[in-house]
C-alpha cells in the first residue's frame, strides 16, 4: 500500500510540472502576442451571363483589378460604377450562382514570363496546355504596360528576313516594324507567319505566336510544324481557343506581349504574331455589349482603336541604353470580301507601318504566296534592307507593276509591240521566280543569286515549264559562293561589280542546260558584255574625276 501511494504522489507531482509549465508557456505567449487584424473587402454576385458577372459591394476596387471568384477563377474588373461592378471573367464560369461571395485581390492580371517558357503551349494565364509540366518561373509582369517612350526607342536598322523572296525583295520587314497581314480567309495569313518563325532559326530571334479564338486542331497543327520543324526550341505559343471565354480571348494578346518584352528588355530580338486580332476584337465587341457599353460603327464600342493601338505601340526597336533589343509584330486580320476599307483593317493599317495584302484571285491562280504588290507597302523596313538587296531588287516592283498593267490590256487582245511582249515575258519569269511553297524559306544568299540572274534577264530565254526547275538548280549553286561575299551580302555598303559579275557568271553557269541551244552562247556573251559594260562606264568616270583632281592645284 505504501509503494502504491508513493508511486501515484510521484505520478501526480509529474503531471503538475507538465501543465505548470504548460501554462507557463501560454502566458508567455499571451504577454508577447501582437494581434493582427486581416481585413479584406467581399461583394455579392447579383447575376452571370455569357462570361461576365455582376458583382456589389467592393467599394474600394480598381479598374482591371483582379477578382476572385469561388472555384479559384478569376475575373478582372472592367466596368466599375457606384451601384455595381462589371466583371469579365478568365475560366469555367458555369458553377458560379447569384449570391456567391467574392474577394477583392489588390493587384492586376500579371502572367509568368521568362526562358522556362520557350518550347511550350500555354495559355494567357500561363498555365501550360502542353505534357512538358508545370512551369516555374521567378518572374511575372502585368499584362497592361505602358509603350516605351518616344526617346527610348531607336530607328529601325537591322532587317527581319521572312524567307519570302516576294516580301524580302519587295516589302522588306525590319525589326522593330509593325506589318499588318491581312486578307481574306484562306488565303495564307497564318503561312506567311509561320515561314517567318521558321526563318529565323539560327538567327537568334525569339518568336511568340499567339493564336486568339482558333480551333484546337488548327492550333495542333501550327505546333506540330513548328516541332517537325525544329523552331519550337526558340518559340512560345499562347492559345486561347474558340470555345473559350471572351475574356480570355481579349487578354491572350496583352499576355504574350509581355512574355516577348521580358525578351526584349534583355536585349534580345523578338517576333510576335498575333494571329488574328479580327476574333480579338470580335470578343471585345461581345464584351463590350454584354456590358451595357454603347456600341459604335459595326457595333464596336469606341474604344476599339485604341485597344489595338496600345497593344501594337509595345513594338519597337529600343536604344543602345536600354539594351539594344526588339520586338516586331505581325498582327494578322481578315477581310472579308476583299473590303479592306472596313473598320478594323482601316483601323490597323493607320496603326502598323505598312500592310502584306493576300489577294483571292492570286490565290485562285496557284500565285503562291498570294501577295499583292500592289496594295502591299512597308513605310520603314526599306531603310533597314541589305544593300545588297536594294542593288539587285530595287525596281523590281515597280517593274512587276508595270507586267501586271500590260498584262491587263493583253487579255483584251490589244496589239503589242516586241518591246512590250519582252516586257510581258520579263514579268512572268518575275512572278515565276516570286512563287514559293510552304514551309520552305528561302536563305539570303539564295534569294540574292536568284534576284540578280532576274534583274540580268538571264531567265528570260528559259521557257516557263522550266522556270521552277531553274530556280532550284540555281539555287543549289549558291552553296558554291564564297564566304567572304555571302560576309559582304550583309555587311558592305553596296554590292560591287566585281561581286555582281561573279554572281552574274555564276548563275549563267548554272542555267546553261535550260537555255536553248541555239541562244546558249549569246545569252553569255550578251549577259558578259553588258556587266562589262557596266564596269568600264564606271572605271572611266573614276579614272576622270582622279585626272581632273591631279589638275587641281
Known sequence: MNNISQNS?????????????????????????????????????????????????????????LIMFPGNVLGIAFNV??????????????????????????????????????????DPLGRPLDEGGSIETSVRLPIERPAVAIMD?????????????????????????????????????????????????????????????????????TVDILRQQGALSYTVVVVTEGNEPPGLQYIAPYAATSIAEYFMEQGRDVLIVYDDLTKHARAYRELSLLLRRPPGREAFPGDIFYIHSRLLERATHLCKERGGGSLTALPIIETEAQNISAYIPTNLISITDGQIYLSPS?????????????????????????????????????????????????????????????SIEHGRRIRACLKQSESSPIPEPEQI????????????????????????????????????????????????????????????????????????????????????????????????KNVSESKQP
Open 81 to 122: 460604377d457606384a451601384e455595381e461592378i462589371g466583371v469579365v471573367l478568365l475560366g469555367d464560369y458555369s458553377h458560379l450562382e447569384a449570391g456567391d461571395e467574392v474577394r477583392r485581390s489588390g493587384r492586376v492580371m500579371d502572367v509568368a514570363v521568362g526562358e522556362e517558357l520557350l518550347g511550350r503551349v500555354v
Open 153 to 221: 526607342r531607336a530607328p529601325v536598322t537591322v532587317p527581319l528576313q521572312t524567307g519570302l523572296v516576294v516580301i524580302d525583295a519587295m516589302i522588306p520587314v525590319g525589326r522593330g516594324q509593325r506589318e499588318l497581314i491581312l486578307g481574306d480567309r484562306q488565303t495564307g495569313k497564318t503561312a506567311i507567319a509561320i515561314d517567318t518563325i521558321l526563318n529565323q532559326r539560327d538567327k537568334n530571334v525569339i518568336c511568340v505566336y499567339c493564336a486568339i479564338g482558333q480551333r484546337a486542331s488548327t492550333v495542333a497543327k
Open 362 to 422: 492570286l490565290f485562285e491562280l496557284g500565285i503562291l504566296p498570294a501577295v499583292d504588290v500592289g496594295k502591299s507597302v512597308s513605310r520603314v523596313g526599306g531603310k533597314a534592307q541589305h544593300a545588297a538587296f536594294r542593288a539587285v531588287a530595287g525596281d523590281l516592283k515597280l517593274a512587276y507593276a508595270q507586267f501586271e498593267e500590260l498584262e491587263t490590256f493583253a487579255r483584251f487582245g490589244a496589239r503589242m509591240d516586241e518591246d512590250t511582249q519582252k
Open 449 to 544: 543569286i536568284l534576284l540578280l540572274a532576274l534583274t540580268s534577264n538571264l531567265f528570260d530565254n528559259i521557257p516557263l515549264t522550266q522556270m521552277n526547275q531553274a530556280q532550284k538548280t540555281l539555287r543549289k549553286a549558291a552553296v558554291n559562293l564564297p564566304p567572304a561575299l555571302c560576309e559582304r551580302f550583309a555587311s558592305a555598303k553596296t554590292l560591287s561589280d566585281e561581286d555582281r559579275l561573279s554572281i552574274v557568271e555564276l548563275a549563267t553557269k548554272a542555267l546553261y542546260d535550260f537555255l536553248p541551244e541555239t541562244e546558249t552562247e549569246p545569252q553569255q556573251q550578251k549577259a558578259k558584255a553588258s556587266h562589262d559594260k557596266k564596269v568600264a562606264t564606271k572605271v572611266t568616270a573614276a579614272q576622270a
Open 9 to 65: 504522489a510521484i505520478e501526480t507531482a509529474r503531471l503538475e510540472s507538465i501543465f505548470d509549465s504548460a501554462f507557463a508557456d501560454m502566458h508567455q505567449a499571451r504577454e508577447t502576442f501582437i494581434p493582427q487584424l486581416i481585413m479584406y473587402e467581399v461583394g455579392i454576385i447579383t447575376n452571370v451571363a455569357t462570361g461576365i458577372a455582376k458583382v456589389s459591394g467592393l467599394p474600394g476596387v480598381g479598374f482591371e483589378e
